[in-house]
């Protein structure tokens, strides 16, 4: 069976201080895809990355980049020099097989970023 | 637009009545997905159409929701007797098959029962 473990549930930091948000996965598939999305306010969620199980290189977008171990099955992601519009709800989230089945979902970080 | 729409946004209904919820994906994209989310949880999977057939409909509660999508673009999504439990914000997502995985949501349908 497969579970997505986001033990983070409420993070809040002042503008400008780095993020990182925990994800834990477990699946006996060998091959599987991790994301993140992010759901702002207004509740509609927004793919941020895919990563499939056959790469381990980190990847960086910016501010944000990403931390792929399956030595301890986590896919973290780290915000730096965290703004404002970064409050939102983070969700990551585990597709097995070759991606096209339905995600499942961890329970979300709600991170609050302070002026 | 040229995302996924839903409609209502907002439903309002009393236990016991029957609801449905309207789905309109993105032109050309051939998967469609509910998923449901209670306050302060993840999205949770109901099912996923490929086309026109139900590919995955596991995580459909119980048999009082049904889904359809006949001509493989928009979906609805029904509800019978509905029960306070229901209550949750229903969103819809769509894919193609050029984007594994990535899906793109709808803002969302919030049921509430009465």
């Known amino acids: 069976a497969q579970k997505v473990t986001q033990a983070q549930t409420e993070i809040s930091v002042v503008e400008k201080e780095d993020v990182t948000l925990d994800c834990v996965y477990e699946t006996r598939d060998t091959t599987y895809y991790l994301f993140w999305y992010k759901q702002p306010p207004s509740g509609e969620l927004v793919f941020l990355i895919r990563r499939n199980s056959f790469d381990e290189q980190n990847e960086i977008s910016g501010r944000y980049s990403w931390n792929f171990q399956k030595s301890t099955s986590s896919f973290n992601f780290t915000i730096t020099a965290s703004q404002v519009v970064d409050s939102a709800v983070y969700f990551c989230a585990l597709s097995e097989d070759s991606g096209n089945t339905p995600l499942v979902f961890g329970k979300g970080t709600r991170l609050s970023v302070i002026a | 637009g040229a995302g996924v729409s839903q409609t209502p946004s907002n439903k309002v209904t009393e236990k016991g009545k029957y609801v449905e919820l309207r789905c309109d994906p993105i032109?050309?994209?051939?998967?469609l997905y509910w998923y449901r989310q209670s306050l302060g949880q993840g999205p949770e999977f109901l099912i996923y159409?490929?086309?026109?057939?139900?590919?995955?409909d596991s995580g459909l509660p119980n048999d009082r929701f049904f889904a359809v999508r006949p001509e493989g673009s928009v979906s609805t999504l029904k509800i019978q007797r509905t029960e306070r439990g229901d209550s949750a914000v229903y969103l819809c997502?769509?894919?193609?098959?050029?984007?594994?995985?990535?899906?793109?949501f709808g803002e969302g349908s919030r049921l509430t029962v009465l």
């Open positions: 997502a769509s894919s193609s098959s050029l984007n594994t995985g990535e899906l793109f």
């Open positions: 159409f490929q086309g026109t057939g139900a590919a995955d």
């Open positions: 032109s050309g994209h051939t998967a």
